[in-house]
């Protein structure tokens, strides 16, 4: 209860000290928030690019129906495989002839149709890797019929690489956000610390132990992170709202809100930790 007591005491008298650091952590969750949003929405258009991957496997010309169907079979029972689709060579050539139509010359010149039957393979989630990928692909170009199997190597190797990027980027800017805002609350709340000078050495004279000299301190900490990271929070959701009118995007809203609170005490707390006993530390000198 001194805690408490003394914390809630220091934030009404320490007004502005305490309204500067909830506004540092505010700022810095804000913009931690931002970056948030933009990262799960990356990732969101990531993910429907991976869901598009597919392995064309190409057929022999002459392959029966009933090969064909032994062959679907064979190949959807391969681990990671989710669909297998047959494209016979007429509806092939319906299909290029869709796609060819600003070109009829060339639909002309074709006297034959040049086009294999295949099959269009997508994969489960969680498959969509370049070596899972290649590893699917291997085992169906082993079976007998099958021509050829094609998957876009360069495409899904541009894809994987795109993918640990922004992993390695959203690790830095995390990392980089996190240090920034914890020196900055742990400056601000030092300065606070400072200016109750008296307070301290009298709580220290009359046997007071660290311990009770820290803790309002740290709950102060807690209290201000907790504050800078509902208003953040808040803050992002209204901008949500209003942006809706003019564009559409993937919101998380109870994870960020949960994420930014918790991350706004954790600044809190490692900031007034830090500068309390930093002051403490220096004091005994």
């Keep these: 209860m001194f805690s408490i007591r003394e914390a809630f005491i220091g934030l009404r008298r320490n007004g502005l000290t305490a309204f500067i650091a909830v506004g540092v952590i505010f700022f810095s969750l804000l913009i931690f928030g931002l970056f948030l949003v933009g990262t799960f929405n990356l990732f969101g258009i990531i993910r429907i690019a991976e869901s598009k991957v597919?392995?064309?496997a190409y057929l022999s010309d002459d392959i029966s129906l009933k090969e064909v169907n032994s062959l679907k079979s064979k190949i959807s029972k391969i681990v990671g495989v989710k669909s297998v689709n047959y494209l016979s060579k007429e509806r092939a050539m319906e299909k290029f002839k869709k796609e060819m139509k600003s070109a009829p010359e060339l639909l002309k010149a074709l006297e034959t149709n040049p086009l294999p039957p295949s099959f269009k393979i997508s994969v489960e989630e969680g498959y969509n890797s370049l070596e899972?990928?290649?590893?699917?692909?291997?085992?169906?170009r082993i079976f007998e019929g099958v021509e050829d199997v094609q998957y876009g190597e360069a495409w899904i190797r541009r894809l994987d690489k795109l993918v640990k990027i922004l992993f390695l980027f959203d690790v830095v800017i995390g990392l980089v956000i996190s240090f920034a805002s914890i020196f900055v609350v742990?400056?601000?709340i030092r300065l606070t610390v400072i200016s109750?000078?008296?307070?301290?050495?009298?709580?220290?004279?009359?046997?007071?132990?660290?311990?009770?000299?820290?803790s309002p301190f740290m709950l102060e900490g807690v209290i201000e992170g907790g504050v800078?990271?509902?208003?953040?929070a808040g803050i992002l959701y209204g901008l949500y709202v209003i942006s809706q009118k003019f564009v559409s995007y993937f919101f998380p809203t109870n994870?960020?809100?949960?994420?930014?609170v918790i991350f706004g005490i954790i600044l809190g707390y490692i900031g007034s930790r830090n500068a309390v006993k930093t002051y403490?530390?220096?004091?005994?000198?």
């Design 54 to 56: 597919e392995i064309d």
């Design 132 to 140: 899972d990928i290649k590893k699917i692909s291997n085992k169906i």
């Design 186 to 188: 742990s400056n601000t």
């Design 196 to 214: 109750r000078k008296e307070s301290i050495e009298v709580m220290k004279l009359v046997g007071a132990t660290d311990r009770m000299v820290r």
């Design 228 to 232: 800078g990271g509902a208003v953040s």
């Design 255 to 260: 994870i960020l809100f949960g994420a930014l």
């Design 280 to 285: 403490l530390v220096g004091g005994e000198g």
